[in-house]
């Protein structure tokens, strides 16, 4: 039972922890935004940030910034649609940006354009000011008074308060209470009423403007013209704070992580931020701008607060816009002149022995600087003595009392009594100016080593003389020399542990004995710039390709050459604090776990300070301290400084360089964009938000598709495509931090390209039908042609038969009639007659056999060998018989090809209507004419003959014979004739 209420006790004992209490800072940082880092460098007149992370300001019109790029919009701009460039902006509660500019209006993000609220006819507006949100609605001050626009209708409704001159600001006192000022009068307004009060603000004859309000449990805090003020039950007006009288207060704020509501944040007009103790009623700092701090405030001019979902608070001054992020406090740094940069670095950092507030710093221009580490302020500068103003190292012997390292001299000096010894090193004058001091390390009480380019030397504090301890023959030109060229080291058990350009420097100060320690590989590995003890006995050294861990046990060395994904890192400065070594090096602040051998960077290197710290690491409290050119920087390494880009958004589409996707897409779109197969040349734009440290957001994309891995990006913030095969496409993007921490969120969206007409499956199956159909149509052609051929043969065998058969039967027959007679002896003229009929049919036989080989032969497939054919025939026939004959053919038809079985039966038309002519018509002229109609050949063969009746019967073929001719080549035959007028044969194919 009793472990039972001591497990029970255990659970409820965290409800019982008090809150974090929230206390502000003196020495916050802040980010500021101007001219120099990718915004603008005029006054900013208000500040807001929408649902997809842009901060939206005001200043000559309206600008959208995502810590990397900055779109201005106004009203020179048509394409921006804002009317004026005198502007506030609103944000509401589902992000959307508003813009008091000439009329309302909001940002859409579809367009890319402002767009404006439509008022009736009755209420044009062209004036509004101070927004005031109250959920879904949007009170504002417009040509007509106080009027309210539902976010959801986008309609207007007015109200009863319809005069309101120069209006400053608005404020929702609660569900039913609105508050509004100008400059001459408050107004408290009943919502659910519909009923107002006015009000003029006097307090000691002094007309009182508010230009905010505030609310904190029942206490109404008015920001003026001349202070803070409480304005009791609306209606008593107080001042609460006689520091801040006649101080014009601009906004105010209680910040998000002040549950409690105590501290009060104050823009003031000229005083930075004061910050107001709700609960002691007095100010408890304040935030103003100091030329020596890069990340204080950049202008005492406040002009808004915004503070945004992430607890971040943004300022709107008259130098740009600034960022107080209490999650990013990791570094901060100080100049120590700013307007004077000339050799003004920092050499040694060193707290005071006796005064752990104080810091001392070695100027090497300005001698010893004080600084108070509370404040950050330089307390005093000890520079009296020119011969003690440039120094390489110090250490404090007491209090006031001095060890100064020159470039020549080690100075003992008095903050009272001044120089108290200065001594040269023990080295001939014709090589003094060779060797120069480095710096001191302390071995006890009354003795320090020196450490210089030549060697190692001693110092003794009783006695005040310098002697030789470890140095190389100065006019020794080899490799070895680098050995003894000293930077910097500690004391240890009795041994000197020294950096060195060409390895470890081990100086035994008992046994007087020297080693310099050196593993393999190249030079710049032992290479060193700085050293630091670190546990488990080993040495870390800051070298000139990574750091170099010494194992004092072992003696071997290990190489580092890859520290937070960077090779060969040039290293500096080091200090390792347990387990983990801080290093300074050319791309910033690294970090090293002995342990777990994991690196991460910690800090880029920024364009306000040099790209290698001036000076070695040196632990104030929980700061590493370093100093740069013209000032020094603290680091604050137990802070975790681990934030992750916001989620990546992807701004624009463009295909072919056109627009096709303005609006913002941060999750995975449902529908998909189609296009052409000839739109296949994509740019993808995607940002995303680290104002921290914006210039050190990476990016990664992928589009599935077309990318097998990720392609990592540099300093762009765009994918580009070209040429990109039709297919489904999805892009993906990413974004993380500088140690390579990634957002697990990913932006996508998807896209079709089309393929093209000739590549779509209904294509390629029509192709195949059609391809299908031609094969058939081959082969029923060629099939076609092969029972046309035999169609032909057997026409020809028929003809032969016919022809020739019949003409060879009669031939056989008169032969054996003529043979008998010649047997009988029969009279000759009998025999001669069967002889003529013998040699008739031989010619016959022969002209129907010379038709059927003029016929199958292809060298007369033109119409001309025809024409020709059709002379050769009927010429000499006609003149035979007196006939007058004409016979004409249209010369572009000659060269036509014309096919065999058409030739033939063409022909044969024409001969049977010849061999008429001549046996039946007794006429004394003919006329024969070939035409070419309409793709068409017209043969017209008439005569003046007797003609005859075409309707009476008679047993001859020849009529029948050249219809069945005209059929067989698909064309028509009509003879036109009747008794005493002649014939008329037209014969029409299609065979052109």
């Not at 400059?183 to 919502?191: A, C, G, L, S």
């Not at 050995?483 to 020294?498: A, H, N, Q």
Request: glycine fraction near 6%; hydrophobic fraction near 40%; aromatic fraction near 12%.
């Amino acid at each position: 039972m009793i472990k039972f209420r001591f497990v029970l006790l255990l659970l409820l004992l965290p409800l019982d922890l008090p809150a974090q209490v929230f206390i502000p800072n003196p020495d916050w940082r802040f980010e500021n935004f101007n001219s120099q880092n990718h915004f603008i460098g005029r006054g900013v007149a208000d500040v807001a940030m929408d649902k997809h992370g842009y901060i939206w300001t005001c200043s000559d019109g309206v600008q959208r910034f995502d810590g990397y790029k900055t779109i201005d919009f106004n009203s020179f701009d048509r394409a921006s649609g804002l009317k004026g460039n005198y502007t506030s902006v609103k944000v509401d509660n589902d992000g959307r940006i508003w813009i008091c500019s000439n009329g309302m209006c909001y940002y859409d993000d579809a367009s890319g354009k402002f767009v404006y609220i439509k008022s009736d006819l009755r209420h044009p507006i062209t004036g509004v000011n101070s927004y005031c949100l109250q959920k879904n609605y949007l009170w504002f001050i417009c040509d007509y008074g106080l009027a309210k626009l539902d976010l959801k209708t986008l309609k207007i409704t007015y109200t009863s308060l319809k005069s309101i001159t120069d209006p400053l600001c608005s404020y929702l006192i609660d569900e039913n209470t609105l508050f509004i000022s100008s400059r001459e009068k408050v107004y408290t307004y009943n919502i659910k009423n519909d009923t107002f009060s006015t009000n003029t603000l006097i307090y000691n004859n002094l007309l009182i403007k508010v230009f905010s309000v505030n609310k904190n449990g029942n206490e109404i805090l008015l920001g003026t013209n001349y202070g803070l003020f409480s304005f009791d039950n609306l209606r008593d007006l107080n001042p609460v704070c006689n520091a801040i009288r006649d101080i014009l207060i601009n906004d105010m704020i209680f910040l998000p992580a002040d549950k409690e509501k105590k501290y009060l944040f104050l823009a003031t007009e000229g005083k930075g931020i004061i910050v107001y103790n709700t609960i002691l009623k007095k100010t408890e700092l304040a935030y103003v701008h100091e030329d020596n701090n890069p990340y204080s405030v950049p202008s005492n001019i406040i002009t808004r607060f915004y503070p945004d979902k992430t607890g971040r608070l943004w300022l709107s001054t008259t130098f740009g816009i600034s960022m107080l992020d209490m999650f990013n406090q990791q570094l901060k740094m100080r100049f120590l002149n700013k307007s004077n940069t000339d050799e003004l670095g920092i050499n040694k950092i060193a707290r005071d022995k006796y005064d752990s507030t104080k810091v001392w710093m070695a100027s090497y221009n300005k001698g010893l600087i004080c600084v108070d580490w509370k404040t950050k302020k330089i307390e005093k500068i000890l520079n009296a003595n020119p011969g003690t103003q440039k120094i390489y190292d110090f250490a404090q012997l007491s209090k006031k009392k001095w060890l100064i390292a020159t470039q020549k001299e080690i100075v003992e000096w008095d903050e009272q009594l001044g120089i108290l010894s200065r001594k040269k090193l023990p080295i001939p004058d014709s090589l003094a100016l060779m060797c120069n001091i480095r710096g001191v390390i302390m071995a006890d009480a009354n003795t320090y080593y020196i450490t210089t380019n030549n060697g190692l030397f001693k110092y003794d504090l009783v006695t005040r003389k310098i002697n030789n301890a470890s140095n190389n023959n100065m006019s020794d030109k080899s490799d070895n020399r680098l050995k003894y060229i000293l930077i910097s080291g500690f004391y240890d058990k009795g041994i000197l542990w020294i950096a060195s350009r060409d390895g470890l420097f081990s100086y035994n100060t008992l046994t007087h004995k020297t080693i310099v320690y050196r593993g393999k590989g190249e030079k710049s590995n032992y290479f060193f710039f700085g050293i630091c003890n670190a546990v488990d006995d080993q040495i870390v050294c800051a070298a000139g390709s990574g750091i170099t861990i010494f194992n004092k046990q072992t003696k071997s060395f290990k190489v580092v050459n890859t520290i937070a994904n960077l090779l060969n890192p040039a290293c500096e400065s080091i200090v390792s604090i347990n387990n983990m070594v801080w290093i300074g090096s050319e791309v910033g602040i690294l970090n090293y776990n002995l342990n777990t051998y994991r690196s991460s960077r910690a800090e880029h290197e920024t364009s306000m300070m040099q790209i290698f710290p001036s000076s070695p690491f040196t632990v104030v409290d929980n700061d590493i301290v370093f100093g740069f050119e013209n000032g020094y920087a603290y680091f604050t390494h137990d802070l975790k400084n681990n934030l992750v880009p916001s989620n990546p958004v992807i701004e624009r589409v463009y295909v072919n360089n056109q627009p096709v996707l303005r609006h913002f897409m941060e999750q995975e779109n449902t529908g998909n964009l189609v296009f052409n197969h000839s739109d296949n040349s994509i740019n993808i734009a995607f940002t995303s938000f680290l104002y921290s440290d914006p210039d050190h957001i990476n990016f990664r994309y992928k589009l599935n598709g077309a990318d097998s891995r990720w392609q990592y990006t540099d300093d762009q913030r765009s994918a580009n495509y070209s040429q990109l095969p039709s297919g489904n496409y999805t892009f993906y993007v990413q974004c993380g931090n500088k140690n390579g921490v990634w957002n697990k969120h990913l932006a996508s969206f998807s896209f079709i390209i089309k393929p093209p007409y000739w590549a779509a499956w209904w294509f390629r199956l029509l192709v195949i039908l059609i391809i299908a159909f031609i094969l058939y149509k081959l082969y029923r052609y060629k099939i076609n042609h092969i029972l046309a051929i035999e169609r032909i043969r057997e026409r020809i065998a028929s003809d032969f038969h016919d022809d020739i058969g019949s003409a060879l039967s009669s031939i056989s027959i008169f032969s054996e009639v003529a043979d008998t007679q010649l047997k009988q002896q029969q009279p000759p003229e009998k025999t001669r007659e069967i002889i003529s009929h013998i040699s008739f049919h031989s010619r016959a036989m022969l002209d129907a056999m010379d038709d059927i080989i003029w016929a199958v032969n292809p060298q007369n497939d033109h119409f001309n060998d025809l024409a020709v054919r059709m002379r050769e025939f009927a010429i000499p026939l006609l003149e035979a018989r007196n006939i007058q004959f004409d016979i004409s053919m249209q010369e572009d038809i000659l060269n036509a090809r014309i096919k065999m079985e058409a030739r033939k039966n063409i022909f044969m038309i024409f001969k049977e209507c010849i061999n008429n002519l001549l046996k039946h018509s007794g006429c004394s002229a003919m006329k024969v004419s070939v035409n070419k109609l309409n793709n068409h050949l017209e043969l017209i063969i008439s005569d003046n003959g007797k003609g005859f009746d075409i309707n009476a019967k008679h047993n001859r073929n020849g009529l029948k014979n050249m219809q069945k001719r005209a059929a067989e080549i698909k064309g028509t035959i009509k003879v036109t004739t009747q008794p005493g007028a002649g014939t008329v044969t037209r014969l029409l194919v299609n065979i052109i």
